[in-house]
């Protein structure tokens, strides 16, 4: 008898460790640290994580940071005290975490750079975005494309402004980069003009993406160079909050009467309104969504205790390429997942209703988010 019941507790304290064993892989917490709720896609990005990271049995730990540098040092840190398992970190700037996150590493808590890349510490394992480098081409394209530029054909000459992105983003350089490699030939050709002479990043950055200030500089530009009669032809937007100020000085203090073609990036809702009429011209649209699958993805495997590389994409019905040359954080290079942008316009808005994650409205005017509507 007495051995019976030593076999029953025995077995009863291998049961209740596979139990308690499993209970722990249940309840991993993922950190996840977005910078601001007053820029649209970050919403977005966070619903999307939160929502697959516990569809897939995670618990998740959501902070937003108001774009504030301080509060998102004080985020990761609490997200850090609590004992999160794997942070995923979209950086205000891309420099100011390095020191919180030395705090991670002691802790042995991996990080994976999310959207944004964080520099100069060698603690984040992977870096998810899009290629950004590409968004940039795609709307530089789009002017070419839509104007009909040729450099062979020197007989029509455009304006074009640019307004870029936050400097304290890493991805802002690469958006403007993009853009600009793309162009620089029609305007070294004379085919494009810079009225303001503003070529250079730093002259047309927009501090935290702020559309008051793209607002506010647009304003300015078309007063200094353009209340003389001349044409704006292009306004080349990094982003679509910045896009929405500048076609808003557009609409209030540009004098000629053409519409100018404007650019942009991320389909926000009020973006995507102001296409339809007219207001803008193109949005790069990057699918929030499948990044969010992606890193979902990527930190199972991390949070087993694998390195995953190219084969991940495998099992993924999402466009991507996996990149090991492109971001270097300043410790090295950053293994990265790069997903494709693509571009909307007014004539393929319905590849937004194809994602399932946009609808037409009641009056099939706008495109409204699905989120909102379920
Ligand atoms: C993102 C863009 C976004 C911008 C402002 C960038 O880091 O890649 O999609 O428009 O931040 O939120």
Redesign the pocket.
């Known amino acids: 008898m007495k051995k019976v019941i030593s076999i029953l507790l025995a077995l009863c304290m291998v049961l209740s460790l596979c139990a308690f064993a499993l209970a722990d892989e249940e309840t991993k917490t993922v950190g996840i640290s977005m910078?601001t709720k007053s820029?649209e896609?970050?919403n977005r990005d966070g619903e999307y994580l939160q929502e697959q990271f516990e569809e897939a049995g995670y618990e998740v730990e959501l902070t937003y940071s108001d774009n504030d540098i301080t509060q998102q040092n004080n985020d990761v840190a609490n997200l850090i005290a609590d004992g999160v398992d794997l942070l995923i970190i979209s950086a205000i700037n891309g420099e100011s975490l390095t020191q919180t996150l030395t705090d991670a590493e002691d802790a042995g808590i991996p990080v994976i750079a999310y959207?944004?890349l964080i520099m100069n510490t060698d603690v984040v394992s992977y870096y998810v975005?899009?290629d950004?480098y590409t968004v940039g081409v795609l709307q530089g394209q789009f002017v070419i494309d839509t104007l009909g530029l040729d450099l062979e054909d020197t007989s029509k000459t455009y304006n074009i402004e640019f307004t870029a992105?936050?400097p304290a983003?890493n991805?802002?350089g690469y958006f403007f980069n993009g853009a600009m490699d793309t162009l620089k030939p029609y305007i070294d050709a004379g085919i494009l003009n810079v009225p303001s002479g503003k070529t250079e990043f730093e002259q047309v950055a927009t501090p935290s993406?702020s559309t008051d200030t793209a607002l506010e500089n647009m304003q300015n530009t078309l007063a200094s160079y353009y209340s003389d009669g001349t044409v704006l032809d292009v306004a080349l937007c990094s982003?679509?909050?910045t896009a929405l100020g500048v076609a808003q000085a557009i609409s209030s203090d540009y004098a000629g009467d053409n519409q100018p073609l404007v650019t942009g990036?991320?389909g926000d809702i009020a973006n995507l309104q102001n296409i339809v009429d007219g207001k803008q011209t193109m949005t790069v649209y990057?699918n929030v969504s499948d990044e969010a699958i992606v890193t979902l993805e990527l930190s199972k495997i991390m949070l087993a205790g694998g390195a995953p590389a190219e084969e991940l994409l495998d099992s993924l019905d999402v466009e991507a390429a996996y990149d090991t040359e492109s971001y270097d954080n300043g410790t090295g290079i950053i293994p990265s997942y790069l997903l494709v942008p693509f571009v909307i316009t007014a004539d393929n808005l319905d590849l937004l209703v194809d994602t399932g994650l946009y609808e037409w409205d009641a009056d099939n005017q706008y495109l409204v988010s699905t989120a909102e509507t379920t």
């Open positions: 910078p820029l896609r970050w959207d944004r975005s899009f950004n992105g936050d983003d991805n802002a993406w982003n679509d909050s990036q991320d990057k």
